[in-house]
């Protein structure tokens, strides 16, 4: 696969992921593997921002599935992402990564708060950004927050990784037989309702004409062979079939 030249990019970090093999939580040993492979997109010369999940903590729909009422579930999830973006910074900042952690809901005590234009600057001294809190509103996931942030910053492609290598014509973990797709629409997404990531995400990254790469993250060296356009993912974008 080729992918074209990127420059400045947005990674969406699975919250799934960081739990490595374990059900629950956050693994050190693999916020530390992920830390290594975002300071190896540094030193490649990307300028790299990242917006983390929660799915390792605390989702909003299994609550409300439980019976919490839906805002105050997803409030709790925005908060499980927070502590998703601290231990990605601890990560970051033990091998030497300069790096702010800005959330959509204000904890001044903890991070920043979101400022567009300071993050901008913080990402053109070579920091890493980690935005937390999604978008700050029930009724989203981060992958819309990765959306947004990824127009927001100028970043000229949203990198999604996750623990499937693609966008398949199903689900692949539900369905073996799933065909991946090396390159797709937008268009093509939304109409076959692939869930791989939710359609207000796919709608503003077409709308803004930012591609989106899905990579499995759960892979050592997996981002930099993405980054490179090598290895096994799949872009979408506009002007595919
Ligand atoms: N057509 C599809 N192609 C690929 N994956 C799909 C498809 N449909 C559904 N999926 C599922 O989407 C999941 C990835 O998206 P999801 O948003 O759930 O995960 P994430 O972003 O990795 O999680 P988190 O919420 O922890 O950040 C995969 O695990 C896969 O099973
Ligand atoms: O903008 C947002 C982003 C997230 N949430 C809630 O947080 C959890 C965790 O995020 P994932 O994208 O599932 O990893 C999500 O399930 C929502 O409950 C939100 O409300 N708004």
């Not at 990605?88 to 991070?111: F, K, Y």
């Not at 509103?137 to 127009?151: G, K, Q, S, V, Y």
């Not at 995400?201 to 077409?206: K, Y």
Request: aromatic share 6%.
């Amino acid at each position: 696969m080729t992918t074209p030249s990127f420059n400045r990019i947005l990674l969406k970090l699975s919250g799934e992921v960081l739990m490595g093999e374990g059900e629950f939580g956050i693994d050190p040993a693999t916020c530390e593997r992920v830390a290594r492979e975002i300071a190896a997109a540094k030193d490649a010369g990307f300028e790299l921002c990242v917006v983390v999940g929660g799915g390792n903590i605390f989702r909003g729909l299994a609550g409300a599935a439980k019976g919490f009422d839906r805002a105050s579930a997803d409030y709790m999830g925005m908060l499980a992402t927070v502590m998703n973006a601290l231990a990605m910074q601890n990560a970051l900042e033990h091998i030497g990564v300069d790096t702010r952690v800005q959330s959509a809901i204000p904890m001044s005590s903890v991070c920043e708060p979101y400022i567009r234009r300071r993050a901008v600057r913080h990402m053109e001294k070579g920091r890493v950004v980690i935005f937390a809190a999604g978008t700050g509103n029930p009724f989203f996931t981060t992958d819309t927050a990765a959306a947004l942030r990824a127009a927001e910053m100028g970043c000229d492609a949203l990198f999604k990784g996750t623990s499937v290598d693609g966008v398949y014509d199903a689900d692949p973990k539900k369905n073996p037989d799933a065909k991946r797709y090396s390159a797709l629409s937008f268009n093509r997404v939304l109409a076959d309702d692939l869930k791989v990531m939710d359609a207000s995400a796919v709608a503003l990254c077409r709308d803004n004409n930012i591609p989106i790469v899905v990579f499995n993250i759960r892979s050592e060296g997996n981002l930099a062979d993405a980054l490179r356009g090598d290895g096994t993912s799949t872009i979408v974008r506009n002007n595919a079939d």
